[in-house]
T-cell receptor, first 112, second 111 residues
Framework: NAGVTQTPKFRVLKTGQSMTLLCAQD?????MYWYRQDPGMGLRLIHY???????AKGEVPDGYNVSRLKKQNFLLGLESAAPSQTSVYFC???????????FGNGTRLTVT | GDSVTQMEGPVTLSEEAFLTINCTYT??????LFWYVQYPGEGLQLLLK?????DKGSNKGFEATYRKETTSFHLEKGSVQVSDSAVYFC??????????FGPGTRLSVLP
């Protein structure tokens, strides 16, 4: 049981480049989330999805896009990376009701 | 809006010391409450949870009780180990809304 898997684990981009982070979960969870974690800022929600084919903005959505074409996958895209997007990105998923979040191990992104 | 306040870290303890990490919250309604732990280089892992007032969550020697009257969910452990060194996050989940996380408390346990 892999849980939540994020790829890649590390990535270095130059300003203006684009990339996609992939999150896959094998728990048949309805809800999926993308967070970023920065020193002194805690966890901040970027985008989330309440089911296949749906997406919604979190508290820091600017500069990011997401897609949930399949229930098990949630993609986070950066169209034109900026140094301010240097961060550790975490994907999470959960079932319905009071169920807890299950997190992946993160993607460390550096934008130079 | 809903919020979570945690004690500022870092917290440094000697092995076998008693641990308390304070967590208080502001929320409308009756949220579920969680403690997550993050070890270096890893994602957050669920440590324990409580879904209603007076519930006690426990796991791996850690405990926390949902106190509605004081809006608190303090994390305790009777005897910490070096392997407990990590960052601990208190979180609440209001029904039908997104999770709200505290800023995290870094714990260092010295041998």
């Amino acid at each position: 049981n892999a849980g939540v898997t994020q790829t890649p684990k590390f990535r270095v981009l130059k300003t203006g480049q684009s990339m996609t982070l992939l999150c896959a979960q094998d728990m048949n969870h309805e809800y999926m989330y993308w967070y970023r974690q920065d020193p002194g800022m805690g966890l901040r929600l970027i985008h989330y999805s309440v089911g296949e084919g749906t997406t919604a903005k979190g508290e820091v959505p600017d500069g990011y896009n997401v897609s949930r074409l399949k229930k098990q996958n949630f993609l986070l895209g950066l169209e034109s990376a900026a140094p301010s997007q240097t961060s550790v990105y975490f994907c999470a998923s959960r079932s319905t009701g009071n169920s807890p979040l299950h997190f992946g191990n993160g993607t460390r992104l550096t934008v130079t | 809006g809903d919020s979570v306040t945690q004690m500022e870290g870092p917290v440094t303890l000697s092995e076998e010391a008693f641990l308390t990490i304070n967590c208080t919250y502001t929320a409308t309604g009756y949220p579920s409450l969680f403690w997550y732990v993050q070890y270096p280089g890893e994602g957050l892992q669920l440590l324990l949870k409580a879904t209603k007032a007076d519930d006690k969550g426990s796991n791996k020697g850690f405990e926390a009780t949902y106190r509605k009257e004081t809006t608190s969910f303090h994390l305790e452990k009777g005897s910490v180990q070096v392997s407990d060194s990590a960052v601990y996050f208190c979180a609440l989940h209001p029904y039908g809304q997104n999770f709200v996380f505290g800023p995290g408390t870094r714990l260092s346990v010295l041998p």
